[in-house]
Nanobody, 123 residues
Framework: QVQLVESGGGLVQPGGSLRLSCVAS????????IAWFRQAPGKEREFVAG????????YNTDSVKGRFTISRDNAKNTVNLQMNSLSPEDTAVYYC????????????????WGQGTQVTVSS
């Protein structure tokens, strides 16, 4: 079982940036796809970005394209989500999750989840 720990959330003004990190335990990290999801109050958990096990393929939901970048460092068992040009609509709890090889847009396809990190965009 892979354990995931997110960090990097916080309060930021509109237009600002944050960098989220997801650190995974276990020796199988290099075989896992990692995705970031987010859940705002009263809304369903939605896919934000994902990266394949090699890092060669990345996926972003339309609302974050051009603003968010996902990357991974398999030597450090870490996946990062660089978030730029943040808006209040990005306010949510952000979760990282794993599944084998390639990401899926469906949250039900993921095996392990972190505890989440709060991102609040407000002036």
């Amino acid at each position: 079982q892979v354990q995931l720990v997110e960090s990097g959330g916080g309060l930021v003004q509109p237009g600002g940036s944050l960098r989220l990190s997801c650190v995974a335990s276990g020796r199988t990290f290099s075989t896992l796809a990692i995705a970031w999801f987010r859940q705002a109050p009263g809304k369903e958990r939605e896919f934000v970005a994902g990266i394949s096990y090699t890092g060669s393929s990345t996926y972003n939901t339309d609302s974050v394209k051009g603003r968010f970048t996902i990357s991974r460092d398999n030597a450090k068992n870490t996946v990062n989500l660089q978030m730029n040009s943040l808006s209040p609509e990005d306010t949510a709890v952000y979760y990282c999750a794993t599944r084998i090889l390639v990401p899926s847009f469906n949250r039900h396809d993921y095996l392990s989840w972190g505890q989440g990190t709060q991102v609040t965009v407000s002036s």
